[in-house]
């Protein structure tokens, strides 16, 4: 299951001699919050090869890399065709009127090599215009498996000190695989890289398995299987890819699992007879505490980063809408007011926003708010768009589309927060209900 | 061909159509069936014509009902078709019966688990006030995860949205 990956990091100490002490006019910066922007031009031209072996993954790497600076929406690459330096040391001295000539805002330059099955990899970055390096030179090294991840590593660095704020290129999703007509539609719990690469299946078509939930680590998953018939709750070690189902008290049915932020505890929805109640168990000890109380469906629990409080559905108003509670329980408030139903908050991990699913007018929106309710914002429109998980920076949204009609498929789709670039996750087959987990 | 030889390839082409059903009703229920094809006056045993096969149920008495939009309420269709229902069922003590209640793909699918949850239990309920045995029911619900028509029209929608009781043998018959 896990990339064998013995990650090492080193600063490359004999890089920096270069950069002086002078001030600049600030640093190059591109601030992500902004509603329209300019992509940052960018280059990246092939990571030299030191070794006989490195060639195709210095390639390769710098694609990946590209791919994922790109497909954020901040960057844009300068295609190589149009490159007038080619950099064929890593040592040497950058020529850095071949890159404003193109203009260039960034360069990024690397070597990898590569030695009994090991990939190492070491980068820079630079400001052009100003003539200077980025941040440190930095070296990791994996096994060749794993070189993917070297990449995500690189392109994590990149847009950190481009951006301020951490990357989420080295994170991993884990979905719902879908295969067969929608009558009779085939559903395995699967895991990827962020990007679509390295699917990996978890469990075997036989039962139909639902909205898995990834821990705060990334070392569990929880979903909810019809294994035994009913839709229970289950809990799956990611390095054993064994499960066992939580025991939930009080009915039958239970779903719509989460882990809280410390990963001790799960709450979750439990049916008994016509109600749908809110749950919270604590995974050690075992104690069960109900959360709600209402005749009303109650659903799709998620935590506040600071585990202080609960996002949830209610249709204790006649519609779905959004309600927050304390984390033990207690008097909810409702935040949701827009027209149309709400449901599958998520809450942000930086804390500030909400992720929601509305339907209004026959329209499903991938939607985010204040944890208020205020400065809605729908950031998707289709005929079924639903489930969105947050990337560990909370900067960028994925979730579940699915085409109309008798030969619809679901796919996965990323879009930013500021609702500028929408991006489809390729898949082998179908894909939904994705759990975005931790930068790695 | 002699009227045994006949029966008996009926009785096997029926134990194969149970077959086919086979995670509803069991190949037990099939075998019972067909090794008494023949033996009663025209009407095959097991089959859509009699009275008191699962098949009888779901053809002619009727297994399923249907609801609004975002609804669970019983319309005086749904209602009819569920006295018709625990009717058989008081007649047909041998049988237990799970109700799946299912909703159309316009849903969030945790709320449409809740949703079908409330058809099967609306349904429940109702064959229980009608004089059927409790412990003889029990519910579950496929939200939108079980569509029985695909297209992406209302006309498939209202035929999505439904509990359907299914028929299978009690444990102590």
């Not at chain 2, 319309?75 to 799946?100: C, G, H, K, Y």
Request: glycine share 10%.
């Amino acid at each position: 299951m896990k990339h064998i990956l013995a990650l090492c990091l080193a600063v490359v100490t004999a890089l920096a001699l270069a950069a002086p002490a002078q001030a600049q006019n600030g640093p190059l910066r591109i601030e992500i919050t902004e509603g329209t922007i300019e992509p940052m031009a960018y280059a990246v031209p092939d990571f030299v090869a030191e070794t006989p072996g490195a060639s195709e993954y210095a390639q390769q790497i710098a694609r990946v890399v590209a791919d994922d600076l790109t497909g954020t929406g901040l960057f844009r690459e300068i295609p190589r065709e149009a490159h007038i330096s080619r950099i064929t040391s890593f040592q040497s001295p950058v020529q850095f009127a071949d890159w404003k000539a193109i203009n260039a805002l960034v360069l990024l330059t690397g070597a990898v090599s590569e030695e009994g099955g090991r990939v190492t990899l070491k980068f820079r970055v630079w400001d052009v215009f100003a003539g200077t390096e980025l941040g440190q030179g930095m070296q990791f090294a994996a096994t060749s498996d794993g070189w993917r991840r070297l990449a995500h590593k690189v392109a994590d660095q990149v847009y950190s000190r481009l951006t301020g704020e951490t990357g989420y290129f080295d994170s991993r999703v884990v979905f719902v695989s879908e295969s067969g007509p929608k009558d009779e539609r085939a559903k395995r719990l699967a895991i990827m890289d962020y990007d679509g690469a390295n699917v990996q299946y978890l469990t075997d078509s036989r039962a139909i398995v639902l909205a898995p939930r990834f821990s705060p680590n990334g070392d569990r998953v929880l979903y909810t299987s019809y294994e035994t018939g009913e839709p229970r709750v289950h809990v799956l070690n990611v390095g054993s890819v064994q499960s066992q189902i939580l025991q939930s008290g009080g009915g039958v049915m239970s779903f719509a699992p989460r882990f809280s932020p410390d990963g001790s505890r799960v709450v979750y929805s439990v049916t008994s007879g016509s109600n749908t109640d809110i749950y919270m168990r604590d995974i050690a000890s075992g104690a069960t505490q109900q959360l709600t109380f209402t005749p009303a469906i109650e659903t799709a629990p998620s935590f506040s980063p600071d585990g202080s409080r609960i996002v949830f559905e209610s249709d204790r108003s006649g519609t779905q809408q959004l309600y927050v509670m304390p984390s033990g329980g207690g008097e909810a408030t409702r935040i949701s007011f827009g027209q149309g139903r709400y449901g599958t908050p998520v809450w942000s991990p930086r804390g500030d926003l909400i992720a929601f699913t509305k339907q209004n007018q026959g329209r499903f929106h991938i939607g985010v708010m204040r944890t208020d309710g205020s400065e809605e914002r729908l950031l998707t429109a289709s005929r079924l768009d639903e489930g969105p998980t947050w990337a560990p920076n909370g900067r960028v949204i994925m979730f579940s589309r699915e085409t109309q009609g008798a030969q619809g498929t679901s796919s996965l789709y990323t879009v930013d927060v500021a609702g500028r670039k929408l991006t489809r996750v390729r898949t082998p087959d179908g894909a939904s209900d994705p759990s975005w987990g931790p930068l790695q | 061909m002699t009227y045994l030889s006949k029966a008996l390839i009926i009785a096997a082409a029926l134990g194969l159509a149970a077959c086919t059903n086979g995670d509803r009703f069991g190949g037990e229920a099939g075998a019972g069936y067909g090794a008494g094809a023949g033996a009663n006056g025209g009407i095959v045993p097991g089959s859509a014509n009699d009275p008191a096969s699962p098949a009888y149920f779901s053809q002619t008495v009727g297994d399923r009902v249907f609801f609004a939009v975002d609804q669970s309420t019983l319309s005086p269709e749904a209602r009819a078709t569920l006295d018709a229902q625990a009717q058989w069922l008081m007649t047909n003590n041998d049988f237990l019966a799970v109700i799946e209640g299912h909703a159309d793909e316009q849903g969030t699918r945790e709320y449409n688990i809740a949703l079908g949850a409330r058809r099967a239990n609306a349904t429940m309920e109702y064959l229980i006030s009608k004089g059927v045995a409790a412990n003889r029911l029990r519910f579950v619900s496929y939200g939108k995860e079980r569509p029985v028509e695909i297209c992406s029209e209302e006309a498939c929608y209202a035929k999505n949205r439904r509990a359907v009781t299914v028929i299978s043998m009690g444990l102590g018959s």
